[in-house]
């Protein structure tokens, strides 16, 4: 499994990152910070890619894709079987547009992208806390809690990075691609 995200820059890393701390220390959840600790806002999940293809594909976009800047504006909720209280990252034109890019060029290199990525139904968001640990007994505690803080950021979306799903459980970053440079960083999914 695999997942193209662009993880936020400081302060929000940081920001992000001690919230899933304080979710840690209050309520025991965990699963974010056991799985994915890398706060960030994810483009798209696929099962698998054409690494070759996808590499060459995204340094040569990236070259030629500038920076941006996003809005964080307040909490959200995926309800359902996996609920995911998450920060909500507002869709602009220049995000929406950014996103159908990627879809298209990453598409014949992807191997079951995953339906929630597709461009219509899309919702840009930092995930807080998801998945089994939030029973109906936890998730209205945990979102009484986080509306205590205050989430209207700006975001600098200035990278697009490759996860990989280790046998551990645990995501990877093994690419990074930064707008205006092309590939940055390259390691293997260890």
């Not at 209205?140 to 551990?168: F, T």
Request: hydrophobic fraction near 40%; proline fraction near 7%.
């Amino acid at each position: 499994m695999y997942a193209l995200v662009s993880l936020l820059n400081q302060p929000h890393f940081d920001r992000v990152f001690k919230i899933w701390r304080d979710l840690e220390a209050r309520f025991g959840l965990r699963y974010v910070l056991d799985t994915t600790p890398l706060p960030h806002v994810t483009w798209q999940v696929a099962e698998d890619y054409n690494q070759p293809a996808l590499v060459d594909g995204l340094d040569r976009w990236t070259k030629r894709m500038e920076p941006m800047t996003a809005r964080v504006d307040g909490l959200g909720l995926f309800s359902g079987e996996a609920p995911t209280v998450y920060l909500k990252v507002v869709p602009s034109p220049r995000l929406a547009a950014l996103h159908r890019q990627l879809f298209d060029l990453t598409l014949p290199m992807s191997t079951e992208l995953g339906p929630y990525y597709q461009p219509a139904n899309w919702v840009p968001h930092i995930t807080l806390a998801s998945m089994h640990e939030l029973t109906p007994a936890v998730l209205p505690k945990v979102v009484k809690y986080l509306e205590q803080g205050s989430y209207h950021w700006r975001i600098r979306i200035e990278s697009v990075s490759l996860l990989c799903l280790q046998a551990s459980g645990r995501a990877h970053e093994t690419e990074r691609f930064g707008f205006g440079e092309g590939l940055i960083r390259s390691s293997t999914c260890e």
